[in-house]
């Protein structure tokens, strides 16, 4: 289990058994049923990561950052989803704005073995109707 910034961590499935008084959020395909965790199924059956899912995690882990409570982020192993998710994540913070790859550096510098998957992320448009400013 690694500290990435401030409340937020990240570590695979056996840090989150170890710790049981930690608030979880779990992105495995099907939830972990330990205490105090959020699931969220990041990838959807193309195994990729759609915007309104990281969307949801990105929700849950701006929620603990600053609180003072610890939110581990986990998967597995702790290399994909979960980076993954935090990168994401990053990528709303001061200094990141945007870049997915300079977020996964900064994690890669605390936790070495995780496995670059920015290439999951399935960037969404959003087509907004807008009203006209003067009717007719």
């Known amino acids: 289990m690694n500290q990435i ?5 990240i570590g695979d499935l056996r840090d989150a058994k170890e710790h049981p008084d ?3 959020l779990c992105l495995l395909e099907s939830p972990s ?6 699931w969220i199924k990041l990838l959807d059956s193309d195994e ?3 915007t309104g899912t990281l969307d949801q ?3 849950i882990i701006d929620a603990f950052y600053g609180s003072g ?3 581990l982020v986990h998967c597995g192993a702790g290399i994909e989803r979960s980076p993954l998710a935090v990168a994401y994540w990053l990528c709303f913070q001061d200094g990141f704005k945007g870049h997915i790859e300079e977020a996964y550096q900064f994690i890669q510098k605390v936790r070495p073995e995780v496995q670059y998957r920015g290439l999951w ?6 087509v907004i109707d807008a009203e006209p400013s003067e009717k007719p």
Do not use: C, D
């Open 5 to 9: 910034l401030g409340e937020i961590y």
């Open 22 to 24: 930690m608030f979880k």
């Open 33 to 38: 049923k330990l205490p105090k965790s959020f």
């Open 121 to 126: 992320w399935v960037r969404e448009t959003k």
């Open 48 to 50: 990729k990561a759609r």
């Open 57 to 59: 995690a990105r929700m």
């Open 69 to 71: 409570e610890k939110l």
